[in-house]
């Protein structure tokens, strides 16, 4: 079982459909011992970091998303839920992030070339290291994005780049945690191939 939090940010029903397209079983609660009863969480999100960050907070998921991690449940943010995953947030100011992948969050506009923002399109992926969420896609697979913020951390947490004017996080890990800045639910193949081999993870 997949628990699909919510907060109320994101299109969550476009995922839930994606996981029962493919035969996953989950459930799209806030409700705390529903998530502490799940294999998995997923955290998604879009909008802006600082009212999803004081979201979780209110309902207190912020901190029974960071216990879970820390008993080695298997964590998957997706797009503003990756940003979440990271330590600041430079986001119209400067707010605090669950601490869960080393790094920051910074503005696109500063390093993408002048190029058009927010960042909106299919993008291919391209591969920095073996990793279990990419066993059934290939190097070269195109994922959607939409996003105005990047996440800027060590290579080594990256497991996929993609290109937009300079290199960009396209996915990233940290022990059992695990975020794409890409939409897997708005991805076609490649985006479900995604979610089948989160929700294969132990």
């Known amino acids: 079982m997949i628990a699909i939090i919510d907060y109320g940010v994101g299109n969550l029903f476009s995922l839930k ?23 998995k969480i997923i955290l998604p999100g879009v909008g802006a970091f600082r009212d999803a960050i004081k979201k979780l907070a209110d309902l207190g998921l912020d901190i029974v998303i960071k216990e879970e991690a820390n008993k080695n449940k298997p964590i998957l943010g997706i797009c503003l839920g990756m ?22 969050i910074k503005p696109l506009k500063d390093v993408t070339n002048s190029l058009k923002i927010p960042h909106m399109g299919w993008n291919k992926l391209i591969f920095n290291k073996n990793s279990s969420l990419f066993k ?25 780049y993609t290109e937009y004017g300079t290199p960009l996080t396209a996915s990233c890990e940290y022990k059992n945690v695990y975020g794409t800045q890409f939409h897997p639910e ?8 995604i979610l089948k081999a989160f929700s294969e993870l132990e």
């Open 17 to 39: 459909s994606s996981l029962d397209y493919i035969g996953v079983e989950s459930i799209i609660t806030n409700d705390k011992s529903e998530i502490l009863k799940a294999d």
């Open 83 to 104: 940003q979440l995953l990271f330590d600041v947030s430079y986001e119209f100011g400067i707010y605090k992030g669950l601490s869960l992948i080393p790094g920051e």
């Open 136 to 160: 059934y896609i290939k190097d070269g697979d195109y994922v959607y994005f939409v996003h105005s913020f990047y996440g800027k951390t060590n290579s080594e947490f990256v497991s996929s």
């Open 186 to 193: 708005k991805s076609g193949d490649a985006g479900l191939n």
